[in-house]
């Protein structure tokens, strides 16, 4: 099992930047997809960016040159820099492991909040 733990959420102005965490704890040496989604108020939660068993880096359009996502210590963290931050940017940001046995684990969210 794994238990994945998000932080670094907070209120900023268009055009900042914030850096969120997410710590993993457990067996995570089976885990083959890294991934951060976000979910705005009465929206659907959507894919901001992810990492596949090949290390390839994909980012979405709407976050494309502004998020980076990238991972250290063997899994156990990853992040998510988000620069020039946009009031559309506002949601709460979860992020997400999935393992080579189709099982998925969820944090449980930290809120962005982007004010004009």
């Known amino acids: 099992h794994v238990t994945l733990v998000e932080s670094g959420g907070g209120l900023v102005q268009a055009v900042g930047a914030l850096r969120l965490s997410c710590a993993a704890s457990?067996?995570?040496?089976?885990?083959?997809?890294i991934a951060w989604y976000r979910q705005a108020p009465g929206k659907q939660r959507e894919l901001v960016a992810g990492i596949g068993s090949g290390r390839m880096t994909s980012v979405a359009d709407f976050v494309k040159g502004r998020f980076t996502l990238s991972r250290a210590n063997a899994k156990r963290t990853v992040y998510l820099q988000m620069n020039s931050l946009k009031p559309e940017d506002t949601a709460v940001y979860y992020c997400h492991y999935r393992d080579i046995h189709g099982r998925n684990y969820w944090g449980q969210g930290t809120q962005v909040a982007v004010s004009s």
């Open positions: 457990g067996s995570t040496l089976s885990i083959n997809v």
